[in-house]
């Protein structure tokens, strides 16, 4: 009872723990920011506790339901699109040496121009609207998809793909048991760097010629000089990638279980 | 039942050719448990590989059950080296050991028994739920034997199985094959370059030479068919049939030798 007791008390308090370790580089950041703020007393730099307040009044439910559900509906719905796009197209080439040497210099060339670059030639192209966004979104967080994919696919162990043959396993399948559960390691790596990618492009497709948006509002306030507003819009910005990456790492945490199981068993042997 | 015939096989790249496997002729009769033996770099794995129809030979042919092996035989199973690659480790034991089945579409009732049968036959019965790499390697090497078991091969081909086990492990799972040849109704050829293993399991014993690879013997082991490490190790006979592959073994790398 007595051991119990402790243990739990020992789990609790390495909970506290991790959770303080967590919040404490924050919590110093603020402190600096706000010791500085005040020291400079510059105009752009506003204190953090003006920050907070302006923070309740600028993100009112209605400002969310305009200007950020919309932002974050068009980042998940083009990051799911590249994801999709990325794995089905970097198994094909992982799988099919000839593909990939027929395609290799147009995707380096690709990959090579910075995909803010193609935000007025896409405006031109398909307009300003919802589909253009999108499509900025993909074309920059695709790449790091596809290329770590394909990478992934050309891993799988030859003899997984011997045992898989010999049991005669093939088609669908093979697709799913095999190489695509083999690459997953890479294809989930892939997918973080998109998903910071995309979170960028996201801001950037909404700051030309566009009229709503979180990336569209920051640069209304920066353009009428309404300073704490923008600071808000900022650190909206900042904690929107924190919660993604939260609710990435548990979703990684699920489909690679095995991979970091495996990794901890080798470490321990 | 399984017929090599005159297996050529000549690894070719831009700058040189190498020879592998000479000219190798043998049989097995169903039912057989036959173990090749060989030393290290003649060419076992290509052999093995040809006759499970992972890889094309050169020229000759493999026969199984009178149909040509061209592609990977669906009654022949393969247990490989590298127990620790050939298990999916994003799946579970039990679901290593179902999926052939499930390619193979049996209902899952079956295929529920036939996971149980194969567990319980090489005594992990507790581990159905466990991942690969939470086994010991010994363990792993057990699962991915239930998953040749289970696969009701006529033929279980293993390459070198307990190569990576430590020496207690590997007398348990020589006992474990004996024994799993002896419930189920299946031919074995047993790949090794232990010789005192090949012995101890085998009914028969194939010695091949170096490489380039040819048959050098075929010797019949005539020892009692229920083996025990102990007494079978210490009979007169089992010595003697070692001592008679080992020196066939050595007579082959110094003809090899001479020959280069």
Same mark, same amino acid.
């Given at each position: 009872?007595?051991?119990?007791?402790?243990?739990?008390?020992?789990?609790?308090?390495?909970?506290?723990?991790?959770?303080?370790?967590?919040?404490?580089?924050?919590?110093?950041?603020?402190?600096?920011?706000?010791?500085?703020?005040?020291?400079?007393?510059? =105009? =752009?730099?506003?204190?953090?506790?003006?920050?907070?307040?302006?923070? @309740?009044?600028?993100?009112?439910?209605?400002?969310?339901?305009?200007?950020?559900?919309?932002?974050?509906?068009?980042?998940?719905?083009?990051?799911?699109?590249? &994801?999709?796009? %990325?794995?089905?197209?970097?198994?094909?080439?992982?799988?099919?040496?000839?593909?990939?040497?027929?395609?290799?210099?147009?995707?380096?060339?690709?990959?090579?121009?910075?995909?803010?670059?193609?935000?007025?030639?896409?405006?031109?192209?398909? @307009?300003?609207?919802?589909?253009?966004?999108?499509?900025?979104?993909?074309?920059?967080?695709?790449?790091?998809?596809?290329?770590?994919?394909?990478?992934?696919?050309?891993?799988?162990?030859?003899?997984?793909?011997?045992?898989?043959?010999? =049991?005669?396993?093939?088609?669908?399948?093979?697709?799913?048991?095999?190489?695509?559960?083999?690459?997953?390691?890479?294809?989930?790596?892939?997918?973080?760097?998109?998903?910071?990618?995309?979170?960028?492009?996201?801001?950037?497709?909404?700051?030309?010629?566009?009229?709503?948006?979180?990336?569209? &509002?920051?640069?209304?306030?920066?353009?009428?000089?309404?300073?704490?507003?923008?600071?808000?819009?900022?650190?909206?910005? %900042?904690?929107?990638?924190?919660?993604?990456?939260?609710?990435?790492?548990?979703?990684?945490?699920?489909?690679?279980?095995?991979?970091?199981?495996?990794?901890?068993?080798?470490?321990? %042997? | /039942?399984?017929?090599?015939?005159?297996?050529?096989?000549?690894?070719?790249?831009?700058?040189?050719?190498?020879?592998?496997?000479?000219?190798?002729?043998?049989?097995?009769?169903?039912?057989?448990?036959? !173990?090749?033996?060989?030393?290290?770099? !003649?060419?076992?794995?290509?052999?093995?590989? !040809?006759?499970?129809?992972?890889?094309?030979?050169?020229?000759?042919?493999?026969?199984?059950?009178?149909?040509?092996?061209?592609?990977?035989?669906?009654? /022949?199973?393969?247990?490989?080296?590298?127990?620790?690659?050939?298990?999916?480790?994003?799946?579970?034991?039990?679901?290593?050991?179902?999926?052939?089945?499930?390619?193979?579409?049996?209902?899952?009732?079956?295929?529920?028994?036939?996971?149980?049968?194969?567990?319980?036959?090489?005594?992990?019965?507790?581990?159905?739920?466990?991942?690969?790499?939470?086994?010991?390697?010994?363990?792993?090497?057990?699962?991915?034997?239930?998953?040749?078991?289970?696969?009701?091969?006529?033929?279980?081909? /293993?390459?070198?199985?307990?190569?990576? +086990?430590?020496?207690?492990?590997?007398?348990?799972?020589?006992?474990?094959?004996?024994?799993?040849?002896?419930?189920?109704?299946?031919?074995?050829?047993?790949?090794?370059?232990?010789?005192?293993?090949?012995?101890?399991?085998?009914?028969? +014993?194939?010695?091949?030479?170096?490489?380039?690879?040819?048959?050098?013997?075929?010797?019949?082991?005539?020892?009692?068919?229920?083996?025990?490490?102990?007494?079978?190790?210490?009979?007169?006979?089992?010595?003697?049939?070692?001592?008679?592959?080992?020196?066939?073994?050595?007579?082959?790398?110094?003809?090899?030798?001479?020959?280069?």
């Amino acid at each position: 009872m007595t051991a119990y007791t402790t243990r739990s008390a020992g789990f609790a308090r390495k909970a506290v723990g991790r959770i303080a370790a967590w919040f404490l580089l924050p919590l110093l950041l603020v402190l600096l920011w706000w010791a500085s703020s005040l020291s400079s007393g510059n =105009y =752009y730099m506003t204190p953090p506790n003006e920050i907070a307040t302006t923070f @309740g009044e600028v993100w009112t439910a209605e400002a969310v339901s305009t200007d950020v559900l919309p932002s974050v509906a068009r980042l998940l719905s083009g990051f799911a699109i590249a &994801a999709v796009l %990325g794995t089905v197209l970097g198994m094909a080439l992982g799988l099919s040496p000839r593909l990939r040497a027929l395609t290799e210099p147009v995707l380096e060339f690709f990959r090579a121009i910075p995909p803010p670059v193609l935000v007025p030639l896409l405006m031109l192209l398909i @307009g300003v609207n919802t589909s253009m966004k999108l499509a900025v979104i993909i074309s920059g967080c695709v790449w790091p998809i596809l290329l770590n994919t394909i990478e992934g696919v050309r891993a799988v162990d030859p003899v997984l793909t011997d045992t898989c043959r010999c =049991y005669g396993i093939r088609g669908r399948r093979w697709l799913t048991t095999l190489v695509l559960r083999s690459a997953s390691p890479q294809i989930m790596a892939g997918l973080r760097q998109g998903l910071s990618i995309a979170i960028i492009l996201m801001v950037i497709s909404e700051m030309f010629a566009s009229n709503s948006g979180l990336g569209y &509002a920051i640069q209304e306030f920066q353009r009428s000089f309404a300073i704490p507003e923008m600071w808000t819009g900022i650190v909206l910005l %900042g904690l929107l990638g924190v919660v993604l990456s939260v609710l990435f790492g548990l979703v990684e945490r699920r489909v690679l279980a095995w991979y970091h199981g495996m990794r901890a068993a080798h470490r321990a %042997g | /039942m399984l017929e090599v015939t005159g297996l050529q096989k000549i690894y070719r790249d831009r700058e040189r050719e190498v020879e592998a496997v000479r000219d190798l002729t043998f049989q097995l009769t169903e039912g057989e448990l036959a !173990c090749l033996v060989g030393p290290s770099g !003649c060419g076992k794995t290509t052999l093995l590989k !040809c006759i499970a129809g992972l890889m094309e030979p050169t020229s000759g042919t493999v026969e199984l059950a009178g149909r040509s092996v061209t592609g990977p035989p669906p009654d /022949m199973a393969v247990v490989f080296q590298e127990y620790g690659r050939s298990l999916f480790p994003w799946l579970t034991v039990q679901g290593n050991i179902e999926l052939p089945l499930k390619e193979k579409k049996l209902p899952k009732k079956r295929r529920g028994e036939l996971v149980a049968e194969s567990l319980e036959a090489v005594g992990l019965s507790g581990s159905a739920r466990a991942y690969p790499w939470q086994l010991s390697g010994g363990m792993q090497q057990r699962v991915a034997i239930a998953r040749a078991i289970a696969y009701e091969p006529r033929v279980l081909l /293993m390459d070198e199985p307990f190569a990576a +086990v430590d020496a207690q492990t590997r007398a348990d799972l020589e006992d474990l094959i004996r024994d799993l040849w002896n419930r189920f109704d299946m031919t074995v050829l047993f790949v090794t370059h232990d010789i005192d293993e090949a012995v101890y399991l085998g009914q028969r +014993v194939l010695v091949l030479s170096s490489s380039p690879t040819v048959v050098q013997d075929d010797v019949s082991i005539n020892l009692p068919s229920v083996r025990d490490q102990l007494t079978t190790r210490s009979d007169a006979r089992f010595t003697e049939l070692r001592t008679r592959i080992y020196s066939e073994i050595q007579n082959a790398k110094h003809t090899s030798a001479a020959a280069k």
